[in-house]
């Protein structure tokens, strides 16, 4: 038996599905652990199909919880949950309100609001208590006090809560009792829950029976024992040092617990993943190990979706030369040889010329046909009205942008499962976006894209494929995952532990 396989014991399995909830801490862990189940499951009956627990993360069970209450009239409570990316945005606004600051100071100073407001609703009892007045008051208390009465005047005028307010919501309500189903409620080793989610967690127990929790203490006690034995420590001198000796450590570990039956599972965990990424997928690629590695990046920051986004912004302000022409060289726009030639001499025509930035417009000169057809398509996509000036509802700049981006294609290109992917991925991005609609004023277009990109900043991407016996992984995506073994990168004072710092808006 393998080290995952003990996590689901025979108690487990013995509780009766319909009845039994499993929480995770993440969405990556809930399906991690769902599969882990149906393994053993099915093992365990010897058939082909079996009834499985709901697996969900506590913030998930959550707002299915809120909105089935509101569903069935229970819960009388209007308010509906709003979407993170939208919170995120709604406090740049705020910021931006109150300072005038820059985009990326008034980004950092919503991201110091947020955090305040988190902290205050999962680490206090109520947002009505003494202790949520007197929590917030630091030298830069009044700022986030005016930050925080505009913020929570918006979610009353949109009849909205947070994922903050929501479980302290919970917990004073009478009525969870009749809408909580099951008999078990089961969390995933590596659950670690802030004093709000630990308050509806013992609400949630206090309902059902016994087991509660956790499932790592229902294991196979001697089995966790031996894994606990079984750390290690090694001192490298360098990345590249520590990389080799865990893609060693991989590769014989693999080889050495080949089972058709019990399949090893293991991890690669690299807190800098987004940094190293390139050198991990190099020295991957020399082995021949059956490995997935994540990526992660925002959808934003992927070549296929970024190419758009610069077009759009080469529309109203001057970007670097080259910037421009690898945008419009980019494979998803179909270009054709003659069209790529083009590009390439305008951008060495430029650059000989000491022009070193340009909008779309000038870089797509009338003299070459190639390039003035694309000019042409886009100024018949554009209408009659000034990109520049323009202030429209991000719904009319949603169709703006699906005519520009459809002027600047010549031919239709193939989709790979993995642009399919991250096209729908854009796209529920963009419908979260329009959402802010709802929320603030009709903006440019220059602010239509920041808006948009700092969305999409917020979504990483990571593609569906086929599981594989290696994964390699970021810090916060590992967090909850089962694996047989595990190998931890760079364990210095830069990643673990975490640094201490106190939020500079409360006390």
């Not at 009792?177 to 099951?182: A, C, K």
């Not at 609400?203 to 034995?229: Q, R, V």
Request: hydrophobic share 45%.
């Amino acid at each position: 038996m393998n080290a995952q396989s003990s996590l689901v014991s025979a108690r487990l399995l013995a509780l009766p599905p319909a009845k039994t909830l499993v929480l995770t801490p993440s969405d990556r862990a809930r399906r991690a652990f769902a599969a882990l189940w149906a393994d053993a499951a099915l093992r365990a009956a010897g058939k082909a199909a079996v009834m499985l627990p709901t697996f969900d993360t506590l913030n998930g069970y959550a707002a299915r919880l809120w909105s089935e209450a509101q569903l069935f009239g229970v819960n009388q409570d209007p308010r509906s949950l709003i979407a993170p990316v939208v919170e995120q945005a709604l406090w740049r606004h705020i910021a931006q309100q109150l300072t005038g600051a820059t985009s990326a100071e008034s980004a950092a100073l919503a991201a110091g609001f947020a955090e305040a407001w988190q902290l205050e609703h999962f680490h206090v009892a109520s947002a009505d208590s003494p202790s949520m007045s007197r929590i917030s008051l630091s030298s830069n208390g009044e700022l986030y006090r005016e930050a925080r009465r505009r913020f929570a005047s918006a979610l009353q005028r949109q009849q909205a809560i947070t994922a903050a307010e929501l479980l302290n919501n919970l917990n004073a309500s009478e009525w969870v009792e009749r809408m909580v189903p099951y008999e078990h409620i089961i969390t995933t080793p590596s659950f670690i829950g802030r004093s709000a989610e630990e308050a509806f967690l013992s609400k949630l127990a206090s309902y059902t029976s016994e087991p509660h929790f956790n499932m790592g203490y229902m294991g196979n006690d001697e089995t966790a024992n031996a894994e606990i034995a079984s750390l290690s420590r090694h001192q490298f001198s360098n990345e590249r040092e520590e990389r080799r000796a865990a893609i060693a450590w991989a590769t014989q570990r693999l080889q050495h617990h080949v089972s058709a039956k019990h399949p090893q599972r293991i991890a690669i965990v690299v807190p800098e993943l987004q940094r190293e990424r390139s050198a991990w997928q190099r020295a991957l690629s020399a082995t021949r190990l059956d490995y997935n590695l994540s990526l992660g990046l925002p959808v934003s920051k992927h070549p296929w979706a970024a190419a758009g986004f610069t077009l759009v912004g080469a529309l109203v302000s001057s970007i670097p030369v080259e910037i421009v022409s690898a945008a419009l060289r980019h494979a998803r726009w179909g270009r054709t040889g003659d069209s790529l030639r083009a590009i390439s001499y305008r951008e060495r025509e430029l650059l000989e010329r000491g022009v070193s930035q340009c909008t779309l417009d000038e870089f797509c000169s009338e003299h070459v046909p190639a390039l003035r057809s694309i000019r042409d398509r886009i100024s018949q996509a554009r209408g009659a009205f000034s990109l520049r000036r323009e202030r429209l509802s991000r719904g009319q700049w949603s169709s703006v942008f699906e005519k520009l981006i459809n002027a600047l294609s010549e031919r239709d290109s193939a989709l790979d499962s993995g642009t399919f992917q991250l096209r729908a991925s854009l796209l529920e991005s963009i419908e979260t976006w329009i959402e802010l609609d709802d929320w603030l004023p009709a903006v440019t277009l220059v602010q239509a894209q920041q808006e948009l990109i700092e969305i999409t900043d917020q979504s990483a991407f990571q593609p569906e494929g086929s599981d594989a016996p290696l994964q390699v992984m970021g810090l916060l995506e590992a967090a909850g995952v089962p694996f047989d073994a595990m190998w931890f990168c760079g364990s210095t004072d830069r990643v673990l532990p975490e640094r201490q710092r106190a939020n500079p808006f409360l006390s």
